[in-house]
Nanobody, 127 residues
Framework: QVQLVESGGGLVQPGGSLRLSCAHS????????IGWFRQAPGKERERVSC????????YYAYSVKGRFTISRDIGKNAVYLQMNSLQFEDTAVYYC????????????????????WGQGTQVTVSS
């Protein structure tokens, strides 16, 4: 069972920045993917971003492309989501997710079910 722990959420003004961190335990395989989902009150869960340990480029939802950047620190078993130019619409609980399948094109499809989930961290964009 892979453990995922998010941190870094908080309150920020519109136009501000936050960096979310996800510390994860070791995956069963060397190839895996880690992503970020978010869910705002009354809205459906949204796939935000994904990074693979071995395959392809990072994935970003259209709503965050150009503002958010996902990155990995292999030595620390960590993934980060740098969020810039935050907007009211970015307010949500952000979840770090993991899967043993490394292809983000497949795993970010709406039909794909991720195996591992963190507990979530709240991001609130408010003036």
């Amino acid at each position: 069972q892979v453990q995922l722990v998010e941190s870094g959420g908080g309150l920020v003004q519109p136009g501000g920045s936050l960096r979310l961190s996800c510390a994860h335990s070791k995956f069963t395989r060397d190839d895996y993917a880690i992503g970020w989902f978010r869910q705002a009150p009354g809205k459906e869960r949204e796939r935000v971003s994904c990074v693979s340990s071995s395959v392809g480029s990072p994935y970003y939802a259209y709503s965050v492309k150009g503002r958010f950047t996902i990155s990995r620190d292999i030595g620390k078993n960590a993934v980060y989501l740098q969020m810039n130019s935050l907007q009211f619409e970015d307010t949500a609980v952000y979840y770090c997710v993991g899967t043993e399948y490394p292809d983000c094109i497949t795993t970010m499809d709406a039909r794909y079910e991720w195996e591992y989930w963190g507990q979530g961290t709240q991001v609130t964009v408010s003036s």
